[in-house]
């Protein structure tokens, strides 16, 4: 933790940050974004949720419709511009915007892009080191955990010491490393439906590193890696966990892990 | 060399059914990324070199006209014969115009990547000629008739047990055991120095070119270039325009990127500069040095958006770092150039068309782009490729339509929403009693591979919406 949210009693205010949900949470997995928001909000954070987002636009940008990319990139950062942070709990949507924006917007569009790249992160990023305050300690059942680096929040983001940190000083949990923890697990967005085989196949990897850590609940910051994993897992019969890292450390287990029954 | 990239998913799906070759892959993508690290680590200066070494390819690509003219000049100063092919088919005649100007029979031919993007063995061949490949590994590819699986490493993808029988059945020299690897290096080593000593024309590659002095650098970790380019009367050196950098030190710069991230190691056993022919007082070394500098689109690359590619070492380090090779292996790829270097090179070498699934064979996961000695950004070329076939409407039609229907969906967030939200409710009523589903309509690629988990009771938006509601009539009340 950071000087910033060392002296948690007298917050000397409260920012204003705006929370984009991401497309995959606001489908599949709705208790994440109520977790995010909080999260947020026991951090310090007057949080606000822009009603008109909806797609940060990477699928038409990794599928080469830069188009398509671009509408949806100035629609959203209509949506974020006014607050004093951005955050997302997903790598991959927090480095699109951070990242690719301004790499794919020209003009008075780009300036608007690096205004909002440089107040976007990705939550535990947030959490860890720009939130006012500390969060409250929770308590988790579960103490075996593995820690899922999505590829865009590790390399993009540098988003990797924060989670581990977090679940530790908010659960109590120190994470069980994998051997391989930079290696993709393959789901990519469209590469998971285009290359089905090819994907499958490094989530197995990914899947037998998680095994061979003996860990029973595995934890990520992107919806996506973690929907594959859990769906590839279930295919293969495998009685893995797969949840959120901001499930955890909200405290609140009560959603039925991805994949599994209600 | 016969491209076979139009049929990358199934090549994929064959050298994944080899359970035993795919095992093999995932120990050496385990291994090879730790003995890079190992050896960048102990390299203090990498990041300046890196940086370094950056500036000065840019530089050189920016006069690349320039250098060349000056490397020319200097390796015609040192007696070289220097020639220009604009296409593959041009250098292989000019090859063969120079071998059977000397009535050579049999060709001693180092590993060059650029004679396999020409397909010059093959080409030789056809004219009669005896081409044995010496490095060894190249030797126990073009023995077994394969083609390589990696630009360093081109038997990479065979055992020890493969080597072991291929050499038992094509070297006639009686009983014997070759039980250790060691046996099987010492039976290629005495069956080529026959060759060696037999050729009339040595083949070789080089990795850079020095325009200040004119020579051509190589580098090995056999030693077979130099018994190329000494022991047979004529030598001829084929590479690429863009191998060319102004300065020795700045080739002994990139030398200390290169083979780092190559093997590991800080340098190879042997570095070479080739000058020129035999000088009166040399005792020995070539009669006659060819020097063959390919284009084959570099110039159009050059003047494109994807101009970087240019700076590649051919370390293999993206190679090495991906893990669709590591599941595919290098044939799925289908030509010369494997791995996220080959997926940007092969389109460009050859066609979009031909090799439309490799820009797709990537997650973007950036593993590529981060252990990049020359710091080229793949993912993004790889990207930017997409995007031409968005464009050029090479991508499948129901692809198309589904991203333009979700782009065009997307901008519409109150019908957005609206859809979603059924689309969740009608999704969660199918997956409820599992918490997943089985089969998915338009998303057979998922399910052919995965369970769907099955979504929350609504999506966040209509959940939130409801939340906002009850407050707000809670408050009236």
Known sequence: MNDVSSDQSVPSERPTVALFITCLVDLFRPSVGFASLSLLQRAGCEV?????????????????????????????????????????????????????????????????????????????????????????????????VAYHDGCAG??????????????????????????????????????????????????????????????????????????????RASRNGQPIEVRHVAELLSGDLSAPAIGKDT | MEQKSDTFLANAATAMNDTAAAQRRDIMAAFTPIIRQQSIDGFSSYEPTRKHLKRVRQHTLNHLAHYLAEFETQALANGNHVHFARTPQELNSTVLDICQQHSARRIAKGKS??????????????????????????YIVQQAGETPSHIV????????????????????????????????????????????????????????????????????NEGNGDL????????????????????????????????????????????????????AQDQDGPVEVHIVLLDNERSDILDSEYRGILECLRCGACLNHCPIYQSVGGHAYGWVYQGPMGSVLTPLLTSLEQSAALPNACTACGRCEEVCPADIPLPAMLRDLRAREYTEKLTPARWRFGIAAHAWLAQRPRLYHSLSGIAVKLLRLLGRRKGYLRHLPFAGGWSSQRDFPAPQAATFMQQLHDKQRRERQRHEH
Not at chain 1, 92 to 119: D, F, N, Q, T
Not at chain 1, 178 to 192: A, D, M, N, Y
Request: aromatic share 4%; with cysteine.
């Open chain 1, 48 to 144: 606000v949720i822009p009603g008109q987002q909806t797609c940060c636009g990477q699928p038409a940008y990794n599928s080469g419709d830069y188009r398509g990319a671009r509408a949806l990139a100035r629609q959203t950062l209509k949506q974020l511009e006014a607050a004093d942070y951005v955050v997302v709990p997903s790598g991959s949507c927090a480095g699109m915007i951070s990242e690719h924006y301004p790499r794919l917007l020209e003009g008075p569009w780009r300036e608007r892009a690096l205004a909002v790249a440089a107040k976007t992160y990705e939550l535990n990023a947030f959490l860890h080191s720009v939130a006012p305050a500390r969060l409250p300690v929770v308590k988790v059942k579960t103490d075996s």
């Open chain 1, 154 to 231: 590790l390399r993009e983001l540098h988003v990797r010491k924060q989670p581990r940190e977090l679940l530790h000083s908010v659960c109590g949990i120190t994470v069980k490393e994998l051997q391989q923890p930079e290696v993709c697990c393959g789901f990519g967005g469209t590469f998971c439906a285009k290359m089905p085989q090819i994907s499958a196949r490094m989530a197995d990897n990914k899947l037998k590193d998680v095994q061979a850590s003996q860990a029973q609940l595995l934890c990520g910051g992107d919806m996506g890696c973690l929907l594959s994993l859990a769906g």
């Open chain 2, 113 to 138: 990547m650029v004679t396999e993007e020409t397909g010059l063995t093959a080409e030789l061949e056809k004219a009669g000629l005896q081409v044995i490949e010496t490095d060894l590994g190249e």
């Open chain 2, 153 to 220: 490493g081109p038997a990479l993808h065979k055992s020890a047990d493969d080597v072991r029988q291929l050499f038992l059945d094509i070297h006639p020299l009686g009983e014997r055991e070759l039980e250790h690897t060691s046996d099987m290096v010492a039976e290629a080593r005495e069956v080529l120095r026959t060759h060696f000593l037999q050729a009339e024309v040595g083949i070789i590659g080089a990795n850079a070119l020095i325009a200040e002095n004119g020579y051509a650098m190589l580098v090995t």
């Open chain 2, 228 to 279: 190329c380019a000494n022991l047979p009367p004529v030598l001829v050196i084929c590479t690429t325009i863009d191998r060319v950098l102004p300065r020795a030190e700045d080739a002994t710069a990139m030398l200390r990127l290169l083979v780092r991230s190559a093997t590991g190691q800080p340098q190879t056993c042997y570095t070479s500069f080739y000058s020129g022919p035999r000088r």
